[in-house]
């Protein structure tokens, strides 16, 4: 079943992706995507034909996904810290407030996109809100990250209703 992800931006334009519903519960979805173009996430290289595993939860200050290469080994994971996070129907949408943590496939942490944080805060188009959720995710993320991403992938195993 095709699910739409609508990344709504601060800095930029909205972004809609067509995915495929992997497994969804009463508030929350896990989406796959398979980038048709390679791209580079913290200096590590998702060529053409990676694939995203994405878990969204309504009302969740992140939005994490699962990384692989083509070949299915792991890279990484993603975690967009977003407020507004719904999940619909047959549709997702969340705002991203900029600020990324990668989780690459040894357990490096990078935090991602502080240029993009600052950007915004000196245009106004972040709240003082924001700015708290962006800090308490960071710490949650980067303290927890873990034990999220076995939450997600427990929920997509064995807990939830598969499409």
Same mark, same amino acid.
């Given at each position: 079943?095709?699910?739409?992800?609508?990344?709504?931006?601060?800095?930029?334009?909205? &972004? &809609? $992706?067509?995915?495929?519903?992997?497994?969804?519960?009463?508030?929350?979805? @896990? +989406?796959?995507?398979?980038?048709?173009?390679?791209?580079?996430?913290?200096?590590?290289?998702?060529?053409?034909?990676? #694939?995203?595993?994405?878990? $969204? #939860?309504?009302?969740?200050? /992140?939005?994490?996904?699962?990384?692989?290469?083509?070949?299915?080994?792991?890279?990484?994971?993603?975690?967009?810290?977003?407020?507004?996070?719904?999940?619909?129907?047959? /549709?997702?949408? $969340?705002?991203? +407030?900029?600020?990324?943590?990668?989780?690459?496939?040894?357990?490096?942490?990078?935090?991602?996109? /502080?240029?993009?944080?600052?950007?915004?805060?000196? @245009?106004?188009?972040?709240?003082?809100?924001? +700015? #708290?959720?962006?800090?308490? &995710?960071?710490?949650?993320?980067?303290?927890?990250?873990? &034990?999220?991403?076995?939450?997600?992938?427990?929920?997509?195993?064995?807990?939830?209703?598969?499409?």
């Amino acid at each position: 079943m095709l699910f739409c992800e609508l990344k709504r931006h601060l800095n930029k334009p909205d &972004e &809609e $992706y067509m995915c495929d519903l992997v497994a969804r519960g009463a508030d929350w979805v @896990a +989406l796959s995507y398979v980038s048709n173009r390679a791209w580079e996430v913290a200096d590590t290289l998702l060529p053409a034909g990676s #694939q995203t595993l994405a878990f $969204y #939860q309504t009302g969740v200050g /992140r939005v994490l996904w699962r990384m692989c290469a083509p070949s299915g080994d792991l890279k990484g994971h993603l975690f967009h810290v977003c407020r507004d996070v719904r999940v619909k129907e047959n /549709r997702v949408d $969340y705002l991203d +407030l900029l600020l990324d943590i990668w989780i690459d496939s040894d357990g490096g942490v990078a935090v991602l996109d /502080r240029e993009e944080v600052d950007a915004c805060l000196k @245009a106004g188009k972040l709240s003082e809100a924001d +700015l #708290q959720t962006l800090a308490a &995710e960071e710490k949650r993320i980067v303290a927890h990250w873990p &034990e999220l991403v076995r939450e997600m992938e427990g929920r997509i195993c064995g807990r939830g209703t598969t499409a």
